[in-house]
Nanobody, 123 residues
Framework: QVQLVESGGGLVQAGGSLRLSCAAS????????MGWFRRPPGKEREFVAA????????YYADSVKGRFTISRDNAQNTVYLQMNSLKPEDTALYYC????????????????WGQGTQVTVSS
């Protein structure tokens, strides 16, 4: 069993930055890819970014490419999402997820999910 706890969300003005963290329990963290997803108000959950188990491969949604950076520290069992140049449309509940062997945007391949952290970007 893996438990994921997100933190770092908050209210920020457009153009600002936030860094989300996701702390994972369990010894197997380093064996699995990790992902960030988000659920904008009134919309479905969507993929944001993913990173391979060793951190050497990343994948981003087109909407965040060049602005967001996913990284991980396997010694600390933590994955991060650095968000720069934030836009009002980035407002959402952000989730981290774990499970797949490879980098993927497919939600069904992630077995464990956190409770989410709210990010609100004001214009």
């Amino acid at each position: 069993q893996v438990q994921l706890v997100e933190s770092g969300g908050g209210l920020v003005q457009a153009g600002g930055s936030l860094r989300l963290s996701c702390a994972a329990s369990g010894r197997t963290f380093r064996f699995y890819a990790m992902g960030w997803f988000r659920r904008p108000p009134g919309k479905e959950r969507e993929f944001v970014a993913a990173i391979s188990a060793a951190g050497g491969s990343t994948y981003y949604a087109d909407s965040v490419k060049g602005r967001f950076t996913i990284s991980r520290d396997n010694a600390q069992n933590t994955v991060y999402l650095q968000m720069n140049s934030l836009k009002p449309e980035d407002t959402a509940l952000y989730y981290c997820a774990s499970g797949p062997r490879g980098v993927t945007a497919t939600m069904d391949e992630y077995h464990y999910w956190g409770q989410g952290t709210q990010v609100t970007v004001s214009s």
